[in-house]
């Protein structure tokens, strides 16, 4: 997505935190922030092993950093269990009574469990996960909806040194299979459905569907909707029959800190998504790191970040970082528009939380919902708000610190991504001052920067390619089973540097204003989606021919998909067909990816070597005139024909 015009406009503007909430905050000035990041920077290892060690290790690493790019290995020789780091260390504690999930579900029911209790939980379920067969390295597929089980299975897995993959409960059966079989997993965590806008997403049915022909051994089903669901004899149980009957005692054995935690897919530029890999100490130190200092958090907080746990905002936000951290985390099952526009206004003044955490596609629906929503109810808790997944236009930080900050609270915009593990650039909410539509600053040990191609540093205010020029804790290790990919595509681009796949620029002041990808990657309502994965789903149709398909700027969405279609010779391309795909996407992949256009075209515009011309669809999807260079247009024609259908159907 590009720039606009008015976020240029408005970087002058800038809000400091006040005194009083600087002043209580663990980073209290830019001159303290500037300080800790020039120690980092000094002392890289140094300070990433005195981070690390406020996790609990039962083996001290003999290497903090083995690097040999792009393989890095943090905490080389440690050991330690990732849910001991967040469970039993504070079950150690007073805070084995401090509540460590507040839950509530779309119907309004609600659950809480103290860290007591969710240890308790994770200890049966670990033991449940054995006795079904699963052993230290097996990876389970996690396709649970927003309960506590959710958490509870990603924390056992950790436990027991299974490597989860969670799939967001939003993916089609066709996408969970393919997750499934590039994994490889043995059994599969699922519920019989889950609540979304007063309906029943039907997980059972889908994972029942996705399963067929795959490695998966069982299949766990939580009760959640008591939704009638065929069990199969022999590889479907109960959660409620294997995990609320098992010991609550489990004595966690360490793993090695590169030992494989989770991996979770996510797009790229080509059709297949990737698994992208994370380890255990390096990811929890990063997830721990963020969690802490970004949101500042304290005992008494009450910390709703709104992923779900099938993004890696789930993962680290939800879930380890939080926990790590001994906080109180709050999880809604549902839509923010159940039963009304106010759902999450409500559930703030129910539970009175401080800390707020989601995403600008929500925050730009909020704002078309209308400022009386928020306004009917009381959100004096908040104390902080945070932002990520997709560029913030400013209008909507705007609209999100006066209509829900009310002025007071600080605004943290984000940037990271799946394979970055943690929090990238942030503002530190007690001592950054903030421009709207800035992630202002890197985090203290984080090396990012703004290049050209060639590696040089780009000048204030010109565009170029977001880097990370050293590595992190919490870096992806690798792409599950294709670390050729891994290489090519995160350190194949910019000489020695992580290439992250975002242009950004950097102002005067040193912040990173991030622009939108630069790749075949969009971002519909902060969902990362590759291009090529909605193209093949689209060619997968016996009556496509061709397809291609970009993003075109969505002012609620961020970006909303365009889909170029070439109908096979003989095939009416008419609304009915359009229908048809658009369905078809969505059974392939799932709703995020059903495309929000279809175009109907004789021919795809191609260079003379046979390349679809994407830029110039982009300007055909956005209205814009076609500019630049066309001469290696195979057929002009086409081109202007495609721009003549979309300016009669406007
Ligand atoms: C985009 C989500 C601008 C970016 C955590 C990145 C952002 C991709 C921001 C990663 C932000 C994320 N400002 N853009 N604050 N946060 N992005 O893997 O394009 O789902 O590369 O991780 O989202 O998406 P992912």
Redesign the pocket.
């Known amino acids: 997505m590009s720039q606009s015009i008015e976020s240029v406009l408005t970087e002058n503007r800038s809000f400091a935190p006040s005194e009083e909430f600087a002043r209580a905050a663990q980073v209290k000035s830019m001159a303290q922030y500037e300080e800790m990041y020039r120690r980092a920077d000094e002392d890289p290892e140094g300070y990433w092993a005195e981070v690390a060690s406020e996790l609990a290790w039962t083996k001290k690493w003999s290497k903090t950093l083995d690097w040999k790019l792009p393989d890095a290995k943090w905490f080389v020789g440690g050991q330690l269990n990732a849910s001991v780091s967040c469970l039993d260390r504070h079950v150690a504690t007073w805070r084995k009574n401090k509540a460590a999930l507040l839950w509530e579900g779309e119907p309004g029911d609600t659950r809480v469990l103290t860290y007591g209790q969710l240890h308790r939980e994770v200890c049966k379920a670990a033991n449940a996960l054995i006795a079904l067969g699963v052993k230290k390295g097996d990876f389970v597929a996690i396709y649970l909806p927003m309960i506590p089980e959710a958490a509870i299975a990603m924390l056992a897995c950790a436990r027991i040194g299974a490597p989860h993959t969670v799939v967001f409960g939003g993916f089609s059966a066709e996408a969970l299979g393919d997750r499934i079989k590039d994994a490889k997993a043995k059994i599969v965590i699922t519920s019989d459905g889950g609540w979304r806008r007063g309906a029943i997403v039907p997980l059972k049915e889908n994972v029942d569907r996705a399963v067929e022909g795959t490695s998966i051994e069982k299949v766990v089903v939580v009760k959640r909707c008591a939704n009638d669901v065929a069990m199969k004899d022999g590889r479907d149980v109960w959660w409620h029959d294997t995990v609320d009957v098992a010991s609550p005692r489990h004595e966690a054995e360490s793993f090695d800190s590169e030992h494989t935690l989770f991996t979770l897919y996510?797009s790229g530029t080509t059709g297949k998504p990737k698994g992208i890999l994370h380890t255990t100490g390096g990811y929890l130190t990063g997830a721990y790191y963020t969690t802490k200092l970004v949101f500042d958090l304290r005992d008494e907080d009450i910390f709703w970040c709104t992923a779900d746990i099938g993004?890696?905002?789930g993962h680290s936000y939800v879930v380890y970082g939080p926990l790590a951290n001994g906080a109180t985390v709050l999880m809604y099952e549902g839509a923010p528009n159940q039963p009304g526009p106010d759902r999450f206004w409500d559930i703030i003044a129910k539970w009175g939380v401080t800390v707020f955490y989601t995403a600008p596609t929500a925050i730009r629906a909020f704002m078309r919902w209308g400022d009386q929503w928020p306004a009917k109810h009381d959100l004096s808790s908040l104390r902080l708000l945070g932002?990520?997944?997709?560029?913030?236009n400013p209008e909507a930080w705007m609209w999100y610190r006066e209509q829900i900050g009310h002025n007071r609270c600080p605004i943290v915009?984000?940037?990271?991504?799946?394979?970055t593990g943690s929090i990238m650039i942030s503002p530190l909410p007690g001592a950054t001052p903030t421009k709207p539509g800035s992630?202002t600053r890197p985090l203290p040990g984080i090396a990012a920067d703004v290049v050209h191609k060639d590696g040089t540093p780009a000048k204030a205010n010109e565009g170029g390619f977001l880097v990370i020029k050293k590595p992190w804790p919490s870096m992806l290790r690798t792409i599950f089973g294709d670390h050729e990919r891994f290489q090519k595509t995160y350190f194949g681009e910019v000489a020695g540097c992580y290439f992250?796949?975002?242009g950004a620029r950097k102002d005067a002041d040193g912040y990173f204003w991030?622009m939108?990808?630069v790749d075949d990657v969009i971002?519909v309502a902060g969902h990362?989606l590759s291009t090529m994965e909605v193209e093949s789903a689209l060619v997968s149709h016996p009556k496509v021919a061709e397809a291609a398909v970009v993003g075109r700027p969505d002012d609620l969405k961020g970006q909303a998909i365009v889909a170029f279609v070439t109908p096979r010779q003989g095939v009416a391309a008419d609304e009915a067909l359009a229908k048809v795909l658009r369905e078809h996407v969505s059974s392939q992949i799932g709703a995020l990816a059903r495309p929000e256009e279809i175009r109907f075209a004789e021919a795809l515009p191609k260079t003379r070597s046979g390349k679809i011309m994407r830029r110039l669809l982009r300007e055909v999807a956005s209205g814009s005139k076609s500019r630049g260079d066309t001469t290696t247009l195979e057929d002009q024609g086409v081109l202007e024909r495609l721009a003549q259908s979309f300016a009669q159907e406007e």
């Open positions: 996510t993004w890696v905002t932002s990520v997944g997709e560029p913030i915009d984000t940037w990271w991504q799946t394979e992630a992250a796949g975002d991030v939108g990808r971002n990362r």
